[in-house]
């Protein structure tokens, strides 16, 4: 199985705005961290979709090891 990229060692905080779809990246390889710009292509990783429940400030991961993903679970501090 492929293990994803770290594409950083912090996490983004992004504003989200309820019933809206995000689409967040999982291989650690997009250019749009932290959202997927496609470059999963040709890997065995898709984007993770997610829809925010209200207006909000989130942190997603962008170490890619979250246990609870696309949010950050504070991980990248052992990595």
Not at 26 to 45: L, M, V, Y
Request: with cysteine; net charge negative; proline share 6%.
């Amino acid at each position: 199985m492929e293990k994803a990229q770290v594409a950083g060692k912090e996490p983004i905080g992004v504003e989200v705005k309820a019933g809206e779809t995000y689409y967040w990246c999982a291989c650690g390889r997009s250019s749009n961290q932290p959202f997927c710009d496609g470059s999963h292509e040709g890997t065995s990783f898709k984007p993770l979709a997610f829809t925010a429940e209200k207006d909000d400030t989130v942190y997603l991961c962008v170490c890619k090891q979250t246990k609870n993903p696309p949010y950050c679970d504070g991980t990248h501090k052992t990595l």
